[in-house]
């Protein structure tokens, strides 16, 4: 019987962290606000970029936080328009995402990313036509409501029982327990194994074989 496998994008299938600091720093410094350490900037990775202006200046108003989201974007596509985006792959994801199409998994993404960014990233990975759902927060709210989640579900025609959301941080292994699917954390992202076990992870893999062999059990 088909299962789905959810995977988050940055942090968990690319490592998208410097872009997203990058445009994220541009961002406070149009608004004068004072920069915050990376550390601080990566844990919201994952999240819409409103609630993450939201979280990151929690004293400011919405039209700042809306402002912000707009600095974001702007800086964002000029470096992508001078060619400095980088978000290369982990080692062994693509190999794992190509043995699980070819094992007959039916694959999904569920991101923070806009329809654009997951496109040209995707496009860039030659790995686009691997999925059969691709979920953005141009047309969700942000993780960890499980909107995503029940959409890709919808379009690959699997039930909760039958769908794994893999993920870095806990907005992932939240919305996953939220839509009552399967959840898997993985180590090589942007929050710790304790967070991510602690907001519902069944298991956490440290590993590409791990996570490979963690999903072999489950077909």
Request: proline share 3%; aromatic share 6%.
């Amino acid at each position: 019987m088909t299962r789905l496998a959810l995977f988050d994008c940055d942090g968990t299938l690319v490592d998208g962290q410097a872009n997203h600091c990058l445009a994220m720093e541009a961002a406070f410094t149009e608004q004068g606000l004072e920069l915050l350490p990376r550390d601080i900037v990566r844990r919201v990775i994952g999240l819409s970029l409103f609630e993450s202006m939201r979280l990151l200046v929690p004293s400011g108003e919405d039209d700042l936080h809306h402002a912000m989201v707009a600095g974001y974007k702007k800086a964002f596509i000029a470096m992508r328009g001078r060619a400095e985006i980088e978000e290369p792959l982990y080692d062994g994801i693509g190999d794992l995402l190509h043995r699980l199409h070819k094992d007959g998994w039916q694959l999904g993404v569920a991101t923070g990313k806009s329809d654009r960014g997951l496109t040209h990233c995707l496009d860039h990975h030659r790995i686009k036509q691997l999925f059969v759902s691709l979920q953005t927060a141009d047309r969700h709210p942000s993780k960890p409501h499980p909107s995503m989640v029940f959409q890709a579900m919808a379009d690959a025609g699997v039930e909760a029982g039958r769908t794994v959301m893999i993920g870095d941080t806990s907005f992932d292994m939240e919305m996953g327990r939220a839509a009552q699917c399967r959840t898997i954390g993985v180590s090589w992202g942007y929050h710790s194994p304790d967070e991510l076990l602690q907001s519902g992870a069944e298991q956490v893999a440290y590993s590409m074989a791990e996570l490979s062999a963690i999903l072999e059990e489950m077909a």
